[in-house]
């Protein structure tokens, strides 16, 4: 099995920064991604960043230039570092990873869900 922990959630003024850590441990192979999403209040769970095995990056539109993800592949974690952020940035993150194991090809887990909460 593989496990998620996040971390690094939390409440700050506008402007502000965060940064997001998400750790995978258990019997993994290797990683095929590692994402980040969100759930702000009352909408659908949305794609944040991701970043490939080759360290290919990509953004959703409204956090471009604010949010950078970063892996660091000896520690099977993956960070989201959020800056100037904003009161629509309040939601819940999640943490997305795709690994291969000893027993599967290809394996999807979700984190828990770390809250960061906007204020202005």
């Known amino acids: 099995q593989v496990q998620l922990v996040e971390s690094g959630g939390g409440a700050v003024q506008t402007g502000g920064s965060l940064r997001l850590s998400c750790a995978a441990s258990?019997?993994?192979?290797?990683?095929?991604?590692m994402n980040w999403y969100r759930r702000l209040p009352g909408k659908q769970r949305e794609l944040v960043a991701k970043i490939t095995s080759d360290d290919s990056t990509d953004y959703a539109d409204s956090v471009k230039g604010r949010f950078t993800i970063s892996r660091d592949n000896a520690k099977n974690t993956v960070y989201l570092q959020m800056n100037s952020l904003k009161p629509e940035d309040t939601a819940v993150y999640y943490c997305?990873?795709?690994?291969?194991?000893?027993?599967?090809?290809?394996?999807?887990?979700w984190g828990q869900g770390t809250l960061v909460t906007v204020s202005s």
């Open positions: 997305y990873v795709a690994v291969a194991t000893m027993y599967k090809r290809y394996l999807e887990v």
């Open positions: 258990g019997s993994i192979l290797s990683v095929h991604a």
